[in-house]
């Protein structure tokens, strides 16, 4: 099938771009390799985004980025894309199950944030520590900063036995 535009990920970025160009009369595809909502629905709190709730975890928030997708008619698939062509009027986009035609190509693939390597980074990568106040209590903290990343975080500073710092 051939598509007016195929986007790349499905975070906020590429949700939003769909939701416009589906609202301009535009056949949309996004293909997004893992789940809807990309990095800031994995975030325990979203702060600071404009038509967010009070408290919303990014997961719900991530649920409503993919109801608007959806309601407006865009396609979502779960696939990797692996290639693409740029050349020529017609763009076509790879995935490991197929490939898409389209007259644009939108890159919404957003960022892969760097490991640690520190040991339970992968166990606990995306738990959320907001609503885990008790657990940390006494125990070694890890704070990871970026920017005002690290603000929510500050509070742990206080009940954690000892704490370091990776700037990155
Ligand atoms: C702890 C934390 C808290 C944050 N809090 C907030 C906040 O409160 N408010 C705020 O505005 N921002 C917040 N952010 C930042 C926010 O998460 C990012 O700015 C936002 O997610 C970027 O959106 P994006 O769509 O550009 O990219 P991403 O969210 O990275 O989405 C990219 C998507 O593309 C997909 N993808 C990548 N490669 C491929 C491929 N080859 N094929 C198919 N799919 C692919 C990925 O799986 C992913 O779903 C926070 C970030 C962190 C880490």
Redesign the pocket.
């Known amino acids: 099938m051939m598509y007016d535009v195929v986007i ?8 939003s771009a769909g939701i416009y160009a589906a609202s301009r009369g535009k056949k949309v595809l996004i ?19 404009a038509g ?1 709730m009070t408290e919303e975890t ?1 997961s719900s928030f991530a649920k409503r980025l993919k109801i608007q997708a959806e309601n407006t008619g865009i396609d979502i698939i779960y ?4 290639q693409v062509e740029l050349q020529g009027s017609i763009k076509k986009v790879f ?1 490991k199950d197929g490939a898409y035609d389209a007259k644009k190509i939108v890159l ?6 760097r490991k640690l390597n520190i040991p339970g980074e992968a166990e606990l990568t995306g738990k959320g520590s907001k609503r885990r106040k008790k657990i940390y209590r006494q125990k070694h903290l890890r704070r990871r900063r ?1 920017g005002r ?1 690290c603000k929510g975080s500050s509070v742990f500073i206080k009940i954690c036995e000892t704490s370091y710092d990776h700037s990155f």
């Open positions: 790349i990920g499905a975070g906020p970025a590429g949700i293909t997004e390799k893992n789940t809807v909502g990309g990095l800031i629905g994995k975030v325990s709190t979203v702060t600071h985004y967010i990014g696939e990797e894309v692996t995935t919404a693939n957003g960022t892969t944030p970026r990343s």
